[in-house]
């Protein structure tokens, strides 16, 4: 069987305080590399190539290891989520957080 990721954003969040403190630019707002409902399905080719620039490295870097593992066919959270195809993560940014949901679909 093989198998796929679907990535999707779900929520692009804001912490105007936390920018105000501590960012150079403290009207930075959102992360503008996202939108909420933007889609991406990857597979072993997109993977390895780390989305061929499509993708924001960071967050890259931040939820690489969990679509790796659905590729192979893993449970992404077992036992933690009501669907263990199915998992809610972020990226790193700690002022301006993209909220992601990673699916595993299954081909036959």
């Known amino acids: 069987m093989k198998h796929k990721c679907k ?16 960012l150079a630019d403290p009207e930075a707002g959102k992360c ?3 939108k909420e409902g933007d889609e991406f399905i ?11 620039g499509k993708f924001c490295s960071e967050a890259w870097d931040c939820i690489s ?7 192979q066919g ?7 989520s009501k669907d263990k195809k199915v998992m809610i993560t972020c990226c790193n940014d700690g002022t301006r957080p993209v909220i992601f949901k990673l699916e595993r679909i299954d081909e036959i």
């Open 32 to 34: 503008e590399f996202f």
């Open 74 to 80: 893993g449970s992404i959270m077992d036992g933690w």
């Open 7 to 22: 990535i999707t954003v779900l929520r692009r969040e804001c912490y105007t305080d936390l920018q105000k403190e501590y």
């Open 42 to 52: 990857v597979d072993n080719n997109d993977f390895f190539r780390m989305m061929h």
């Open 65 to 71: 290891r969990y679509v790796y593992a659905a590729l």
